[in-house]
């Protein structure tokens, strides 16, 4: 009988130490879910601000972006362009390309960033850089990271093959001339 109390405390401790590893187990699942729920809505985000720009809303693009909005081209650039600079830029390229569209290859959410490697495709129809219509289609891929807060993109920072257009539009890329002596 003396074993048997000596043994009831320590299974006692045993049940305990597995309940309260279960509560741990469970509330740290808890957090993985909910930050892969964070993740699928801040990709969604960016799924919607695609179609806006493919549909060419700019009212609400304007709208769908934080107030406090930065764009930053290429991205290492120290100078960023505000909210409706970016809406009046996107204005110029679906004005010269009209058919433009952006499609997205891949999306990466970590945390409250977001990865996207796209496509864009349109025809050119209207002066663009000073170069006037061509009528050439042009395509080429670029690379975002986008932070987003309360549902909205604060900050994007972009990479795309702006010599890869300006090829297509038919611009020679030549070496400088060397300066006579």
């Not at 129809?125 to 891929?141: D, F, L, M, Q, S």
């Amino acid at each position: 009988m003396r074993k048997l109390l000596c043994v009831i405390p320590l299974l006692l401790l045993l049940c305990f130490t597995f309940a309260c590893q279960n509560k741990a187990e469970k509330a740290e699942l808890e957090k993985f879910r909910t930050q892969a729920k964070v993740e699928e809505q801040n990709k969604a985000v960016i799924m919607k601000q695609a179609e806006l720009l493919n549909r060419g809303d700019f009212d609400a693009l304007r709208e769908f972006l934080a107030p406090e909005y930065l764009f930053y081209t290429p991205s290492r650039s120290a100078e960023s362009h505000s909210r409706d600079e970016y809406v009046e830029n996107i204005k110029t390229i679906k004005k010269a390309f009209p058919d433009m569209n952006w499609k997205i290859l891949e999306l990466i959410s970590v945390g409250n960033r977001v990865i996207m490697r796209y496509v864009g495709s349109g025809t050119h129809k209207r002066e663009y850089a000073g170069i006037p219509a061509t009528g050439n289609h042009v395509e080429y891929g670029g690379t975002g990271i986008f932070r987003i807060e309360n549902g909205k993109v604060v900050e994007e920072k972009v990479d795309g093959d702006s010599l890869g257009i300006l090829l297509q539009l038919g611009m020679e890329l030549k070496p400088k001339e060397e300066k006579k002596k």
